[in-house]
């Protein structure tokens, strides 16, 4: 029986290095039979955790309404968790940082989201693995917090321009995390 499986993707460039490495990934998982939600946070509207702490007291997610409480189901039901993103600045972009920060509103609303499965598949421009830290690092801090299981971590260094990612395996390493569900 196939998973459910959230991805959730940070780029806001759609033709961009780690928009293909997503797509091999989907199109693996799909072909082994799990069913997938796909989310670009770059394409909706996201604002930051206020620390109101007031997460579910609602009936929503977010005290804050906005598309944060259209992913945060699916996340809940979830059984993989896939988060997609080039490194901007060393770090997470903006448009998939919210979404992680607010993570927290399922610690703080009680809700038991424990033992999910995830993966982390990343690019960045330079050649150095070591820039990807700036993801790599807060992802695994922000999975052992909540308690999920990593199945793996893509990541791929020297790309920038649209398409770069065809000179390297990194759409195929996206394409094998599917083996590992």
């Known amino acids: 029986m196939g998973k459910k499986i959230v991805v959730i993707t940070g780029s806001p460039r759609k033709n961009g290095?780690?928009?293909?490495?997503?797509?091999?990934?989907?199109?693996a998982a799909q072909a082994k039979g799990h069913v997938v939600a796909r989310f670009?946070?770059?394409?909706h509207k996201l604002g930051g955790c206020h620390a109101c702490e007031t997460?579910?007291?609602?009936?929503?997610?977010?005290?804050?309404?906005?598309?944060?409480?259209?992913?945060?189901p699916a996340i809940l039901e979830a059984d993989v968790v896939v988060f997609t993103t080039p490194v901007y600045w060393y770090s997470f972009p903006a448009q998939i940082k919210s979404v992680i920060d607010r993570l927290y509103s399922f610690c703080v609303g009680g809700k038991n989201i424990a033992g999910k499965e995830c993966a982390l598949i990343?690019?960045?421009?330079?050649n150095d693995v070591s820039v990807m830290d700036g993801v790599r690092i807060p992802y695994e801090r922000t999975i052992t917090l909540l308690k999920w299981?990593?199945?793996?971590?893509?990541?791929?260094?020297g790309v920038l321009s649209e398409g770069d990612i065809e000179n390297?395996?990194?759409?195929?390493?996206?394409?094998?995390?599917?083996?590992?569900l």
């Open 40 to 43: 670009d946070a770059a394409m």
């Open 55 to 72: 997460c579910f007291q609602t009936g929503k997610p977010c005290s804050f309404d906005d598309d944060f409480n259209k992913f945060a």
């Open 122 to 126: 990343t690019c960045c421009e330079e």
């Open 17 to 27: 290095n780690s928009f293909a490495m997503t797509d091999a990934f989907i199109k």
């Open 149 to 157: 299981k990593s199945v793996g971590e893509v990541l791929v260094p």
């Open 168 to 180: 390297t395996d990194g759409c195929q390493e996206a394409a094998a995390l599917a083996d590992k």
